[in-house]
């Protein structure tokens, strides 16, 4: 089987550039060359069949009720991106009727029989896709399937901004969840997203070293590791349609900072790999 | 949990020898032990009270405690030493005003030693100890056939239990105190919201004894003692439903069972067994009454206004108990046919519900739900280890 990782992206609150993050981390590796899945795992407000206008035949919701395989939901879009290595995308369904039958109709035992369709699909995937790293972009909160994602990953990365709100409720997500969860070998990780200092007047623009402050002052506040942090870019963020800004611009400053985060993850796996061993 | 167990069960041993101890302890007048005892017993509880759920915030809950736990081992005591009409009754009202100065603020220390999520669980297990140990007194006494001394003697170690616990804890009141909090109308709206069903409740289940004729006391005894069981057992088990789905759940399901023993018990054809059931199915329903009575109040009232919700929720079926042994309740009510008297109480019964459904739920769907993903993410858990160990 490959030595391949999956990574969630998960937030206390919404509206903190997981899918961002996601989808351009996803499609960086795959130009480099490595082999990916991404799935969106946000069953309850879909939107990477918005993000890549897609519209396949099944979706990660036919997957879980048992009426789909893995195979059947993948959608390859690697050739059509330009990309060296492999791009393979898992949409759930922005269906109405889909998203009510995950939120509400469907009980726990349904959530936990799912859950083992979904671990099964993923270690299919390493097996038989030979896939470097799987990426769930998870729903925000404490809610079935962001919980399920956050126990499927290998490594878990929490994408906050550096508000009170978020750490307030990432330390109590923390405490409730990820404790619970990570005790199985899964690894923690904070992505600081959105953070001040990309300001296109001088006087705003952070110094060398308030980055580095801030991310020591999140670690020692909510007590896990910063893998990185990313400015809040104007154009990135409120682009009409932002698509993969990390391969389609690369001199842009969110696309060198995505790719120090990047490599900063490859370098962990390498690592922990290496301690594994 | 130790200074409401060795009140709750200290008075409910009493409360069901009450009537032979004070008649046996009063052989010159026949009809003290009977009306005046008891209704001097219950008045100076409810007075106490009530007085003390007004002024207790003022006085020091750990000395008041210790008054009340004193005088009650010291009344119990005197009871096996003393005899006669005027000796009795002074101890009758010391018994009740030993019980009036410590309950409310017994009680309210369970809502102040626990939160919204585990008071449901805390109160079960209150009241699991409570009739655990009050239906064993029973079995002892009636297994032993203890006389009044030996009644007294088991008594006075049930208060005593009490003691251990200002021995092991100071109960200081909760800092909060200190801030006076203006409770307007429509905070005790919910709470009264709660208390109508409870009312309703008490009435309906005292009307049920006048049904039940004096020629089954023997099965009243059996079925007493085997009441209290299903309260300790239903007591816990509604704690846990109550924190698991809400305060409401355990009502609903008590308010039927009562329905059924009404209905099965009492309803038709009238035996010495269907007595038995009745009292069965009324120890479902008192034991999740109690629960959710112990943990609503504590959920609906700030500290400072603790003392007087815990007073109201119990004074209401002494109060019932109270008028039965001034006014010949139970003979007023044989004058109308069985039939009538099931009828009313099926309307009681009825209108209890009413009150339910219009009650605030006060443990909170967001509540139900935290702790419905707590539960979730533990099985989550269990799923990734089973699939770690197939690996």
């Known amino acids: 089987m490959s030595a391949g990782k999956a990574l969630a992206f998960h937030s206390y609150k919404g509206g903190t550039g997981k899918t961002t993050i996601a989808t351009n981390l996803a499609a960086f590796y795959a130009k480099i060359g490595m082999r990916v899945c991404l799935l969106d795992c946000d069953l309850y407000a879909p939107s990477l069949t918005t993000y890549f206008r897609k519209t396949p035949e099944s979706y990660i919701n036919n997957l879980l009720a048992g009426e789909a395989e893995i195979s059947d939901i993948l959608v390859d879009v690697s050739s059509e991106l330009g990309l060296n290595g492999k791009l393979l995308l898992g949409f759930s369904s922005p269906r109405k009727v889909d998203i009510h039958e995950i939120e509400i109709r469907h009980d726990m035992k349904w959530q936990l029989a799912a859950l083992r369709r979904f671990l099964a699909a993923k270690k299919e995937l390493f097996s038989e896709y030979k896939l470097d790293y799987v990426f769930f972009d998870t729903s925000p909160g404490i809610r079935y399937w962001s919980v399920n994602c956050i126990a499927a990953a290998d490594f878990l990365f929490l994408t906050m901004r550096a508000s009170d709100m978020d750490i307030e409720g990432t330390k109590k997500m923390i405490k409730e969840v990820y404790e619970s969860l990570t005790k199985f070998g899964s690894k923690c990780f904070v992505i600081l997203n959105k953070v001040p200092g990309a300001s296109p007047i001088k006087k705003f623009q952070e110094k060398a070293n308030e980055r580095v402050l801030l991310e020591k002052d999140i670690e020692k506040s909510i007590g896990i590791k910063v893998t990185g942090s990313i400015p809040c870019f104007c154009d990135v963020q409120f682009n009409k349609h932002e698509f993969l800004s990390a391969i389609n611009q690369p001199k842009h400053r969110f696309s060198k900072n995505l790719r120090d985060i990047a490599n900063k993850i490859n370098g962990m796996n390498q690592r922990f790999q290496v301690d594994e061993e | ?391």
């Open chain 2, 1 to 391: 949990m130790l200074l409401n167990l060795g009140a709750l069960s200290w008075f409910f041993v009493f409360n069901n020898y009450m009537e032979e101890t004070f008649t046996a302890l009063t052989p010159n007048a026949t009809d003290w032990g009977s009306h005046i005892g008891n209704s001097l017993f219950y008045g100076s509880i409810i007075f106490w009270s009530i007085a003390i759920s007004f002024i207790g915030e003022r006085i020091n809950r750990r000395k008041l405690l210790f008054t009340s736990i004193i005088l009650g081992i010291l009344t119990t005591i005197l009871l096996g030493l003393l005899e006669g009409t005027f000796f009795i009754t002074i101890i009758s009202v010391l018994m009740g005003t030993s019980l009036g100065l410590g309950l409310p603020s017994s009680m309210a220390l369970v809502a102040d030693y626990t939160i919204v999520e585990n008071r449901g669980r805390i109160s079960g297990i209150i009241l699991l100890g409570t009739f655990i140990v009050a239906s064993v007194s029973m079995g002892i006494c009636g297994i032993l056939e203890l006389d009044i001394l030996g009644l007294i003697l088991l008594l006075s170690v049930l208060r005593s239990i009490s003691i251990f616990a200002l021995v092991m804890e100071k109960f200081d009141r909760p800092p909060s105190i200190g801030k006076k909090i203006r409770l307007h109308l429509y905070d005790y709206k919910d709470f009264f919201v709660y208390l109508c069903t409870f009312l309703l409740f008490s009435i309906a289940s005292g009307l049920a004894w006048s049904l039940i004729p004096d020629n089954y006391e023997p099965q009243v005894a059996f079925g007493n003692t085997l009441r209290f069981v299903l309260m300790a057992v239903f007591g816990a088990v509604a704690g846990v439903m109550a924190d698991r789905f809400g305060r409401k759940q355990p009502i609903i399901i008590g308010l039927a069972a009562l329905g059924i023993g009404f209905l099965l018990g009492l309803g038709f054809n009238l035996s010495g067994e269907s007595v038995i059931l009745y009292l069965t199915l009324s120890g479902i329903t008192w034991g999740s009454f109690f629960v959710v009575f112990l943990a609503v109040p504590g959920d609906l009232s700030f500290p400072s206004s603790r003392e007087k919700f815990y007073a109201f929720i119990y004074i209401f079926p002494l109060f019932g108990q109270f008028l039965i042994s001034i006014i010949p309740v139970d003979a007023l009510l044989r004058i109308l046919h069985p039939e009538v008297i099931s009828q009313i109480l099926g309307v009681f019964l009825f209108l209890a519900i009413y009150p339910v459904l219009r009650a605030k739920e006060t443990l909170t769907e967001s509540k139900i739900q935290e702790r419905k993903m707590k539960e979730y993410v533990e099985r989550v858990g269990k799923v990734i280890q089973e699939t770690e160990e197939e690996k």
